[in-house]
């Protein structure tokens, strides 16, 4: 009994909690608000953000919703104009405008009318928006599509036996790591076409290891690659030892070939 009562006391709680109770409920309901909105700005005014390798295909899928009256898809690339692909339910029919041929769409409802890239190429970066219109409204659905192109990896030693690590024409620009770490000098390289070359040359005198490892982090491969640049060093002197060889007998049979015509010439003055 005694318990009962004092839960009804504390359900009648004096004016002042009340009211900190509703502004707590305020305080949610804004932070709730607040973070729709954060998510509707994020998905919807930025998009999605897709990214897709150049030479494969690329699927995008509009709204996720039923009896769709009319469909379209709008194409913003970053270089270049805009095209659109429109259908209409009650025509079946699709309408074009300046898209090339390798974007298709199907529109298929059950595929959720998405557009398909066969062969995603650097000019096919930019925004996809599709809008769905059926009885409840109109539905957005936003893609920010960029290309990724894997890098001609290559690691060699260079004339002076300096592993250098090279990562070609690669989109967006690969990062470069070495085994030992060590201080490296990295030069970055931008191509017209948008991809970007990353040449890193492995820095250390004091290391003990004779095998480096060059670490390649790129979004569409990870690739490992070690060398030995000590003995293409010996080898290299090696080489420039058997050339100057050559050259010193060389000029040793010159001049002795000059001191037999001098000692010749001599002997034939003196008789
Ligand atoms: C794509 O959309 C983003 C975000 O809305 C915008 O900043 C960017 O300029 C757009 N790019 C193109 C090519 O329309
Ligand atoms: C289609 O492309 C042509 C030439 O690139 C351009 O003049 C025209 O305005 C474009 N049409 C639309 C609807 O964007
Ligand atoms: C590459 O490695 C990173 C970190 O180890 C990993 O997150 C990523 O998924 C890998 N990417 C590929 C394409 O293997």
Known sequence: MMRISQQARWCRRPA???????????????IYIVVLLTIT?????????????????????????????????????????????????DQNRVHRTNCSDSVKSEFQPEQFYALEIQQVGMADEGNYSCELVNQ????????????????????????????VCKAAAGRPAAEILWVPENSSMTEIDSHDNGT????????????NRKTVTCKVYHATLNETMSTDCS???????????MILGCLLSLIFLFALFHLYVFCDNRTMRKQ
Request: aromatic share 8%.
């Open 196 to 207: 970007v070359t990353v040449l890193s040359r492995f820095t250390a005198h004091s290391t």
């Open 231 to 241: 003995s293409h060093s010996i080898t290299w002197f090696l080489h420039h030892v």
């Open 16 to 30: 002042s909690s009340r009211h900190a109770r509703a502004a707590l409920e305020e305080i949610w309901k804004t």
């Open 41 to 89: 700005a994020v998905t919807g005014a930025t998009g999605n953000r897709m990214a897709a390798q150049a030479g494969h295909s690329t699927v995008m899928a509009c709204p996720h919703r039923t009896g769709a009256t009319m469909v379209t898809w709008k194409i913003s690339p970053k270089i270049g104009g805009p095209c659109t692909l429109e259908f209409r339910a």
């Open 136 to 163: 409840e409204g109109n539905f957005h659905q936003m893609y920010q599509l960029t290309v990724l192109v894997p890098p001609r990896l290559s690691l060699y030693c260079d004339n002076h036996s300096i592993p």
